[in-house]
């Protein structure tokens, strides 16, 4: 299945786009997406933390994905 993924940030640097696509296979997971995303970009794998939203709340590795969600990489951020 084709999943959109947003990215902000760091994140968006690292996918080189705020917007892009990725492919899963049916039933796949966020720590799926997760580990395919550490293995297509390892600069993801060298963040202290990395937040996976899906349809604007915030996930666990165990929740399902589905083609129809929208999914949004939120690296660690700080300020002050």
């Known amino acids: 299945m084709k999943i959109k993924l947003l ?3 760091i994140a968006r ?10 492919e899963l296979p049916e039933g796949s997971t966020i720590g799926d997406l ?17 937040a996976i ?4 709340e915030y996930t666990g590795d165990t929740d399902l994905i589905s083609a ?5 990489l939120i690296p660690p951020v700080s300020g002050g």
Do not use: C, M, W
Not at 34 to 50: I, Q
Not at 53 to 56: D, E, G, I, P, S
Not at 68 to 72: K, M, P, Q
């Open 7 to 9: 990215a902000f940030g």
């Open 68 to 72: 129809t969600d929208e999914i949004v």
């Open 53 to 56: 939203a899906r349809n604007n």
């Open 13 to 22: 640097d690292i996918l080189g786009a705020g917007q892009t696509h990725t």
């Open 34 to 50: 997760r580990s395919k995303l550490y293995t297509d970009f390892p600069a993801f794998a060298k963040l202290a933390s990395l």
